[in-house]
Each structure stands twice: as structure tokens, then as C-alpha cells.
């Protein structure tokens, strides 16, 4: 059984920073494709960052240069840390594990709220 949980979140001021964690269990973690996703109130789903199995990053552009996305496969844990917060950074963040033909694997973890005082 495949099971996704998300850590990390809170709240904290402009300039701040915080590190989510994604762990999961129930797969062989390494093979999966995986991103972060955020949701602010009112806006759809926008894509942050992801990872390939092969360990390959790629970031939005309005956090490339403040975010960081990492996996650690013995942990079967990903990270997004999170430098130099912006209020606009404020959502609910998901992570997302995808694998095979045309993703025919695709998990999703429940959400975490980050939030950013200005």
C-alpha cells in the first residue's frame, strides 16, 4: 500500500526559510519521477519543481535561485528546501510521484500549508 506524507510546513516570516519533506513507503521509491506542486487560495495547482529518478532538477521560474528540490533514495524521502520566502509563496504544497507510460503511476500526498507573514 502506497502511503505519502508530507512534513514541514508553517508558518514564518518574509525572508525565511523552511525545508518540506515528502516520505513514502508502499514503492520502489527510486524509480519515480517526482515534483511539488503548491495551491494558493483561489488559484489553481501551479507546477514548482521536480526531480527524475536520475536525479535531474527543474524549477519555475519565480523560485529557481530560492528553492531547492533533493531525494534521498535509502530515506525514500524528497525535500524542497525553501530560502528567502515571499508572501506569494503562501499555499498548500503537494508533492507528486510519477512512473511509467504516461505516468500510469501517479501518486499524490495530502498537502501542507506554508504560509508567509509579511
Known amino acids: 500500500q502506497v502511503k505519502i506524507v508530507e512534513s514541514g510546513g508553517g508558518l514564518v516570516q518574509t525572508g525565511g526559510s523552511l525545508r518540506l519533506s515528502c516520505e513514502t513507503s508502499?514503492?520502489?521509491?527510486?524509480?519515480?519521477?517526482i515534483g511539488w506542486y503548491r495551491q494558493a487560495p483561489g488559484k489553481q495547482r501551479e507546477y514548482v519543481a521536480s526531480i527524475t529518478s536520475a536525479g535531474h532538477t527543474d524549477y519555475v521560474d519565480s523560485v529557481k535561485g530560492r528553492f531547492t528540490i533533493a531525494r534521498e533514495n535509502a530515506k525514500n524521502t524528497v525535500y524542497l528546501q525553501m530560502n528567502s520566502l515571499k508572501p506569494e509563496d503562501t499555499a498548500i504544497y503537494f508533492c507528486?510521484?510519477?512512473?511509467?507510460?504516461?505516468?500510469?503511476?501517479?501518486?499524490w500526498g495530502q498537502g501542507i500549508q506554508v504560509t508567509v507573514s509579511s
Open positions: 508502499g514503492m520502489i521509491f527510486r524509480v519515480y519521477a
Open positions: 507528486n510521484l510519477k512512473y511509467g507510460v504516461s505516468s500510469h503511476y501517479d501518486y
